[in-house]
């Protein structure tokens, strides 16, 4: 019931997953466009891991979820199932969440992708949300706590008239999908024993919504929606924590930190 702390071995193969699922998002980011159905993007990328890769997508059958990667359109907040009859249309916002098994060890990213011609009220919220990992990830040294992580996501996307999901967290990841701890996101006092230490690895992964908090889980028992309908963004890096810092493992190809 502890945090597990990583040892070199491991930190070396979680930077190969790391990287490995980054490169899945790197690959399917040229056919996410207006036409394309979100089952048809899972299927280019669960054939990328498995005959390209030799990796294992960790979400087919995790706990029964039906498909290797998570696809969540506009209002879908997480968990979307993806689904060849569901098409891209132009100004939706979807995020793209991969989780790779390589060696034994996890790599959970995920990110926003616009399509088309999006409104600037939407294109902000992904932008917002973006930031919010930023600044999460930014907090991550030795003697910090996961609250002052999960306080400077809430505040900036409270500033900025969003809210933060509290029923989805980020999460401890190794050789398990989901170790302790849990990541919150917004600023619970529990928050304050968790002291990180070189060796802990572990994900954040804000969701944010354009109006209230609330959300409901629809009748297939995995698609999360906001209850109000409006929109919801979301990115994902998994890191661990460093004698001074951080190393993220999920780093795309020229990807650099956004920040307000
Ligand atoms: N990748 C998600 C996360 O960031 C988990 C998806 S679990 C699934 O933790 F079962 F929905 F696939
Ligand atoms: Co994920
Ligand atoms: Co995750």
């Known amino acids: ?29 040229p056919h996410v466009v207006a036409g394309i159905s979100t089952g048809e993007l899972n299927q280019i990328m669960h054939d990328f891991m ?6 294992i997508p960790a979400t087919l ?21 993806p689904d060849n009859a569901k098409k891209l249309k132009n100004g939706d916002i979807v995020n793209i969440d991969v989780t790779v098994i390589k ?4 790599g959970d990213t995920s990110m926003m992708f616009e399509i088309g011609a999006v409104k600037p009220f939407a294109s902000r919220l992904c932008q917002v949300a973006r930031e919010c990992l930023w600044l999460g990830i930014e907090q991550v040294k030795p003697e910090a706590t996961l609250y002052d992580v999960a306080f400077a996501i809430q505040q900036h996307a409270e500033a900025n008239n969003y809210s933060v999901v509290r029923e989805y967290c980020g999460h401890g990841i190794g050789a398990d999908f989901h170790e302790e701890p849990q990541v919150l ?10 002291v990180l230490k070189p060796g802990m690895v572990f994900t954040i992964e804000p969701m944010i919504n354009q109006g209230k908090a609330p959300v409901k889980l629809l009748g297939d028992n995995w698609t999360v929606v ?4 409006k929109l ?29």
């Open 1 to 29: 019931m502890a945090i597990k702390i990583k040892t070199a071995e491991e930190i070396q193969k979680m930077r190969v997953a790391g990287q490995l699922a980054a490169n899945v998002l790197d690959k399917i980011t």
């Open 50 to 55: 498995v005959n390209e890769q030799g990796t």
């Open 61 to 81: 059958n995790y706990h029964g979820f039906p498909a290797s990667s998570c696809i969540s359109v506009n209002q879908v907040v997480c968990h979307g199932i």
């Open 103 to 106: 060696d034994g060890y996890h």
């Open 185 to 194: 996101h917004y600023a619970a006092e529990e928050l304050k024993e968790i």
């Open 226 to 229: 906001t209850k109000d309908r």
């Open 232 to 260: 919801s963004a979301q990115w994902e890096h998994t890191l661990t924590v460093t004698d001074d810092g951080y190393e993220i493992f999920t780093l795309r190809h020229g990807e650099v930190p956004v920040l307000p």
